[in-house]
């Protein structure tokens, strides 16, 4: 289940070095987050484990790392210059600046908050009496809107340089080299291009940890096909299946905390002809985790060919006189997002016999630390046969591996629980054939996070099971 109370895992990251607050020696800045230790190797596990799953583990799909700041024309094409706005309300008591929508969410649910036109949010909050967070005063200006695409000048002289974008979703860098790639490649239709990189957006109203940021990293695939050929509706059921199995035996997410959610034809994209989100079940409710697909047409190139002048069309390589421009569908994932999602799943406060756990039941293939080595001691001639099986462990497999000698090993067992680490070792006096009370002379304990099991196993098993991981 999901923690109760986000404010727990938040507490868990700070502790142990999976997320820390942006700037914290400065006083911080509002709502920017930095991944600590193990926090960073849980995110790359997740794009490692995504990039495996879609790019290196299909054949119809290359992958792209195209630059963040693009020519201010793509923005105008794609539609964001003119689309892409939030509905802003300003308090006339405190000048405080709110989305609308979002403040309506909670009395009206996230469906029915989401369809709401421009100009029915704020006769809708004076209705429903939703007063300022900030000063408790009901006295709203109308919605009006306000565009989420942060604004930067790229030339040195102040003053002087050419107004551009930080971009806000990653999808535009696949589509301008659509060109490029096919050109390139011998991929035929269909095909997908998968990208993983920073977006940006002035969000009004970020929060919840990093569920919401300005600036955060997203995995986003641009799947060409020839809806001539492909049913739309068959590409979009395949996308769905394929992110909803990505979530769930991938990263291991449990399918109760997991919905799909249709997109009400008022809140589709400009670009969507069809969307559907798989959502979490967030310590504040159900909340977008990622669109599982959404039905792009053939809008962006479109847009492309018409506003840069290139020809943007695909010929068919076995009738060449065939020129299309192939429809897309995209599935977009954000990785602050799911790793939130992650972070949450596993979170578990348990009770044992005599002792409380709290434990991060990772899955195997995105545990920040695949296993611990704890010599049981501080016994010099103990630590060194550790390090010599460390040092094994290391150079013979991909495994991260974390070496542990502080404290008793009951507070390291804690320890290794609590950041997730799926296998621990104890290298004791048996394992150097000095007490066989403990074991036999180089066998090991392994014990399991989640069954609590110890084994007790030769080293040259462990190392020839450990290699084949
Ligand atoms: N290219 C399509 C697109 O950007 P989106 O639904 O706006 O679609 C896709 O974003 C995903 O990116 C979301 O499902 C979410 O996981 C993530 N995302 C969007 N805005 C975010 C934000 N402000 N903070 C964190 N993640 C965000």
Same mark, same amino acid.
């Given at each position: 289940m999901p923690a109760t109370s986000l404010d727990s895992v938040v507490s868990l990251c700070k502790r142990r070095g999976f997320i820390f607050p942006g700037s914290e020696i400065y006083g911080g800045l509002a709502n920017t987050w930095d991944y600590g230790p193990l926090g960073v190797e849980l995110k790359n596990n997740i794009k490692q484990l995504w990039w495996k799953t879609f790019?290196?583990? $299909?054949?119809d799909m290359v992958g792209l790392d195209a630059a *963040?700041? %693009?020519?201010?024309k793509v923005w105008e094409a794609s539609g964001h210059v003119s689309n892409f706005n939030d509905p802003l309300i300003d308090c006339?008591?405190?000048?405080q600046r709110f989305r609308g929508d979002k403040l309506l969410e909670e009395k009206l649910g996230i469906e029915a908050a989401a369809v709401l036109k421009l100009e029915q949010v704020q006769p809708m909050l004076m209705a429903e009496k939703i007063p300022c967070p900030?000063?408790?005063?009901?006295d709203w200006t109308p919605a009006k809107k306000f565009n989420l695409m942060f604004k930067t000048q790229q030339g040195v002289i102040e003053g002087e340089g050419t107004d551009i974008y930080l971009r806000p979703e990653t999808a535009q860098g696949i589509f301008v080299n659509f060109k490029n790639v096919s050109q390139t490649t $011998? %991929?035929?239709?269909p095909f997908g291009v998968a990208q993983i990189g920073k977006a940006f957006r002035n969000e009004i109203t970020p929060g919840n940890f990093t569920f919401r940021t300005r600036e955060f990293e997203q995995m986003e695939i641009e799947y060409f096909f020839d809806a001539t050929i492909n049913k739309w509706e068959d590409v979009f059921a395949q996308w769905k299946k394929d992110s909803w199995s990505f979530l769930?035996?991938?990263?291991? *997410?449990?399918?109760?905390?997991l919905r799909f959610r249709d997109h009400e034809k008022d809140e589709?994209?400009?670009?969507?002809?069809g969307t559907t989100d798989i959502e979490y079940k967030f310590p504040w409710g159900w909340g977008e985790l990622?669109?599982?697909?959404?039905?792009? #047409?053939d809008f962006d190139l479109n847009q492309h060919q018409q506003f840069s002048g290139e020809d943007l069309q695909y010929t068919d390589?076995?009738?060449? #006189?065939r020129k299309i421009i192939p429809h897309v569908m995209e599935p977009s994932y954000g990785a602050d997002r799911i790793a939130l999602a992650v972070l949450l799943d596993a979170f578990n406060e348990e009770k044992l016999e005599n002792d409380t756990r709290t434990v991060l039941k990772f899955s195997d293939k995105i545990a920040p630390i695949d296993l611990a080595i704890l010599p049981l001691s501080k016994k010099e001639h103990l630590i060194a046969k550790a390090q010599e099986l460390y040092k094994k462990i290391i150079q013979e497999t991909d495994l991260t591996v974390d070496f542990d000698v502080t404290g008793s090993i009951g507070k390291r067992y804690r320890r290794q629980d609590e950041i997730g680490t799926p296998i621990c070792i104890t290298v004791d006096f048996g394992t150097l054939g000095e007490d066989e009370a403990q074991g036999l002379k180089d066998t090991v304990t392994i014990r399991d996070r989640d069954t609590l099991q110890q084994e007790r196993m030769s080293i040259e098993d462990l190392t020839e099971r450990l290699a084949r991981c």
């Open positions: 790019v290196h583990k $299909r054949q *963040i700041l %693009m020519n201010p006339k008591a405190c000048k900030s000063c408790g005063k009901l $011998r %991929m035929r239709l769930v035996d991938q990263l291991g *997410i449990n399918p109760e905390n589709l994209s400009h670009y969507s002809k990622c669109a599982a697909a959404a039905y792009r #047409t390589p076995d009738e060449p #006189t």
